[in-house]
């Protein structure tokens, strides 16, 4: 990787496309809303994608990125009204708003302890500033990633390399990682990809295999919530559905949990949860079963099996407002269907990482839920994502992640 300082983005080559709206989204824009939907602009007219100027009234607006073949048609990355912005010179306007998005991250970040957690995201993307980039940190490692080709190539990922290194001097490796069904997963920016990368959070020890896992790794979102498990833990035999690699299951046998069972589909799922039992030297036991939620908890409902604290966190059921609707009945029967496994007078999580379910339709979802099974609920606690993972005030869809704990009365 070259020393010499370069840019966090790519400019392209030749005259910059202009992309105007037909329909006048201004003020939202100007409240923090960075997403721009198809049906704002003339479907008729083909624009490549990239860098574009926004015009408005054939007013320029601002700058962002179009992507021609989804419905989020255009990310804004900045206002025309910008005091930095010099709309005779884009290059400067988009190094210096870069620059300084970049800054007001890694001041937010500062507040972390790294004695008890050194994994954390660095750049969530629109809640830094940075659209369609994220990047998490994992001890020594730092993983790029992308939700679009557009952004992929609007970023410079040597240019992030370099800005990683320097403010965060213990980085040693950055990697750039893509779907796990591409052709190429991921690329080494700067350093080796170690097999597993082992890393702390709030005191705790987890190991990932980040090339083949999910996410960046980790989900390193449910931090705060993981932690509070711990704490309501103690003495509880505890069940842990969708565990994926078992996070809130360590936290519960760390908090002193009588036993725990963790349930994934994935056997490789949950084979990471018994390695993270063993990095974390826990002797709690624990049970790692590999077999459909849905599945077990019918099989644990016709034997009567029950738990004093059951963690129910699926994955999205409403990948897009489209399937809101069947969703909805699914986290409604999970939901359901766990409480049914909770003891008299236990406890019961219910998560939702799905931006499509609001956190008044997730109220909702949870009412309905005790209400089929003619209990009681009382709301101990509401969390959602970690100080980490920041989004705009004026784009609520970004407060994606939902987690209740509730006494079952």
């Known amino acids: 990787m070259t020393n010499a300082p370069l840019p966090l983005i790519h400019f392209p080559e030749g005259k910059i496309p202009e992309i105007s709206l037909i329909r006048d989204v201004s003020k939202h824009l100007k409240r923090g809303h960075r997403w721009i939907f198809a049906d704002c602009f003339d479907q008729k007219e083909k624009h490549p994608e990239g860098l574009a100027i926004l015009k408005s009234r054939n007013e320029v607006l601002g700058f962002g990125l179009v992507q021609p073949d989804t419905q989020l048609r255009f990310r804004v990355l900045c206002l025309a009204e910008e005091p930095f912005v010099r709309n005779n010179n884009l290059f400067h306007t988009m190094t210096v708003w870069s620059e300084l998005q970049w800054k007001k991250a890694v001041e937010i970040r500062k507040y972390f302890s790294s004695e008890a957690t050194n994994s954390f995201r660095l750049i969530n993307g629109e809640g830094d500033g940075m659209p369609g980039l994220i990047v998490d940190i994992y001890d020594d490692t730092a993983v790029i990633k992308h939700d679009h080709q557009a952004v992929e190539r609007f970023w410079n990922h040597v240019g992030i390399a370099q800005k990683i290194v320097q403010d965060f001097p213990s980085i040693k490796t950055v990697y750039h990682k893509r779907r796990n069904d591409d052709e190429v997963k991921g690329i080494e920016i700067l350093g080796h990809l170690k097999e597993e990368v082992l890393f702390k959070e709030n005191g705790s020890f987890f190991a990932t295999n980040i090339r083949d896992a999910a996410k960046t790794g980790f989900f390193l979102d449910q931090r705060d919530n993981r932690k509070l498990i711990g704490q309501f833990a103690h003495e509880k035999s505890v069940l842990n559905l969708f565990s994926y690699t078992a996070g809130f299951s360590v936290f519960a046998a760390k908090g002193g949990a009588r036993e725990v069972t963790s349930v994934d589909i994935a056997k490789a799922a949950t084979l990471a949860a018994g390695r993270n039992f063993e990095v974390n030297a826990l002797k709690t036991k624990h049970e790692a079963i590999a077999q459909d939620a849905f599945l077990f908890i019918d099989e644990r409902i016709k034997d009567k099996s029950k738990w004093d604290l059951v963690i129910t966190d699926p994955p999205s059921f409403a990948p ?10 699914a986290y409604i029967k999970i939901f359901s269907q766990s409480l049914k496994l909770v003891s008299n007078n236990g406890m019961f999580a219910a ?26 609920g009382t709301l101990v606690y509401f969390g959602g994502q970690p100080f980490d993972h920041p989004y705009p005030i004026a784009m609520e869809e970004l407060r994606y992640l939902k987690f209740a704990l509730f006494r079952v009365d």
């Open 320 to 329: 897009n407002q489209k399937s809101v609707e069947t969703a909805i009945e």
């Open 351 to 376: 998560s939702s990482c799905s931006s499509h379910i609001t956190t008044d339709k997730f109220f909702e979802i949870c009412r309905e839920a005790f209400s089929k099974n003619r209990k009681r």
